[in-house]
């Protein structure tokens, strides 16, 4: 195995415009030696030129603009309607963008010729499922909803007058002075009087019912089963005790990430978004405010795709989740069960991907060739593009700038006007703030409040400005941390191309193994005993051992010239401390399959999804002999390791948003 460099295959890299970016070149360069301006493989990248497909340039710009929540339906309103400009002015603005150079990603170990192909041309060419902890992949194919004696029937819908349920809504919700709702049987019988005790425990949770005769006539009265504490959790006391806590289904979703697919679920189950007609046939979905934090799954999946995935929500009936697959786009919900158990993140085995790359360039050799290679040697186990953002100041830079103590720099890197594509409402509140530094007026130009920089802007206007960590912890946790984990890619990235280069693709003398969860180092007479495949490298903490070869040192450099130490990771903020931990530097994916494919119309889909197979959608028929070429490619991978990094080592090409908007802009022209 040989590695080889990727300088000659990458399509042409403008040089960034940003001073601190140019920095980060000068420090990269000064860690890891001039790499070869030319390969041994003689490696090239043709590309064909033609008018670019609007729609997909604007569903890439929808993709790109950072640090938005979806979490208010103002906020999606605002992003859908700041849609200015032609593709042609985007790609431009990519310009300003991060390759993959940028971020140390610059080594493959394969030494087939590179072909050009377009990845992710329409987010149905990107298929993920889910593969649990079982091994087993996750895939909708069952609508069936479970029932049981004790769901409620069709009947309990409309049992119950509108007077009836004004009357029980008041109640439940302490509107009242009332401390009992009586409901008069009118057709008396023992199951008229059974549906009618369903029917308010089901749609009113919290409330309980009994029967009583008065005047000679029966009546059935609800009442609260713990005073105002019901409120708190009322699921819980209209949930059976015989049934499982937590309903589990797979969701089917396009063109959404994981978080933003659940913050519409809730939305939905609250009721904020269901049409009259839903509320009028299902009073239920007024009754509780359901929130995204009820919601538990084992990892989260990209928005530009269509992914699989289990999801577990608690004491929500199959019922009510199955009737969203009438009120929702792009989504869809089934193999609906009960279990006693919600689910845990990283709990999954991994994923399976299903990959389409278009107008492909690559001979049938030289297909063959990459994909075997993919499937007995691997890829380099990069942190991929999306680590990092997508405007002209990467994460890693503000995780930097955490790490060094240094705030000012924090709130500049976040707030500062810079180059490249964003929302106009963002490009006016950072003129503001450059302008003015005044946080009050810089939230003004922000009508999405939800964005990082409204968060922290929010936080300044809080705390003052000589506050600012106080300022930056408004931003939520998880949020925070992106940017040191960041950082931390950055420098794992950077240490494994220097890796590669220095040793190849061979386990040597000071290299690191796991031994269980722990990691030791390679000693000389052991040496012969492992592969490339069993090497790992340690992400910069605390807790973790560095290789003791010259890449230890390398570390300790890069590092100092970041202004930090090495041997002292733990920062004053406990959040911010850095423990480290281990990632192996080759993967191998599994079950490898792939196929050439022609095809005429670049907007037809070419394999079926789940849902294609539900509904019973044939596979359109492809000639025989198309204008262009496509490569249909599947594998698995553990978690956390980016499916673009694989797609990299077959193609030899950037896979950056910045460069992959180039080429569609000149492809088929």
Known sequence: METVEKNSVSLKRPHSEDGVANADEVKRQKISEKSKTENDSGQSTETVTEQPDKSLLENMKNEIIPNEESEEQEDEELEDSDEDGDPESFADMMKHGLTESDVGITKFVSSHKGFSGILKER??????????????????DDFTVPVDDEDPSEETFTVLSDEDKQRLEEL???????????????EDTKEKRTVIHQAVKSLFPGLETKTEDRDGKKYIIAYHAAGKKALANPRKHSWPKSRGSYCHFVLYKENKDTMDAINVLSKFLSGKRSTAEDLRKAWLLKALIVKPNIFSYMGTKDKRAITVQEIAVLRITAQRLAHLNKCLMNFKLGNFSYKNHPLKLGELQGNHFTVVLRNITGTDDQIEQAMQSLREIGFINYYGMQ????????TYQI????????????????????????????????????KTKDPAAALKKLPVKRCVEGQLLRGLLKYGMK????????????NRLMYIHSYQSYVWNNMVSKRIEEYGLRAVPGDLTLKGATAVHIEEGDVDNYTIHDVVMPLPGFDVIYPKHKIGEAYKEMLVDDNLDINNMRHKIR???????????????????????AYDDPRIPLFTTDLDKLEGKPLPVLPTDGKFRALKMEFSLPPSTYATMAIREVLKMDTSIKNQTQLNTTWLR
Not at 123 to 140: A, N, P, Q, W
Not at 575 to 597: H, M, T
């Open 123 to 140: 987010y149905s060419d990107f298929v993920v499922h889910e593969i649990g902890k079982d091994g087993r992949v996750s895939h909708l």
């Open 399 to 434: 995780g930097r700038a955490i790490l060094q103590n240094n705030w000012h720099e924090v709130m500049d890197l976040i707030l500062k006007p810079r180059p490249g594509a964003e929302k106009g409402y963002l490009v006016k509140c950072r003129e503001e703030w450059a």
């Open 467 to 478: 506050n600012i960590i106080s300022a930056f912890g408004i931003i939520p946790r998880n």
């Open 575 to 597: 959040d911010y401390s850095l423990s480290g931990a281990y990632r192996k530097i080759i993967i191998r994916p599994q079950n490898v399959n792939w196929e050439v494919v």
């Open 387 to 394: 680590r990092f953002g997508t405007t002209a100041v990467p």
């Open 172 to 186: 439940q919700l302490f509107k009242n002075k009332e401390t009992s709702v009586a409901i008069e049987v009118v």
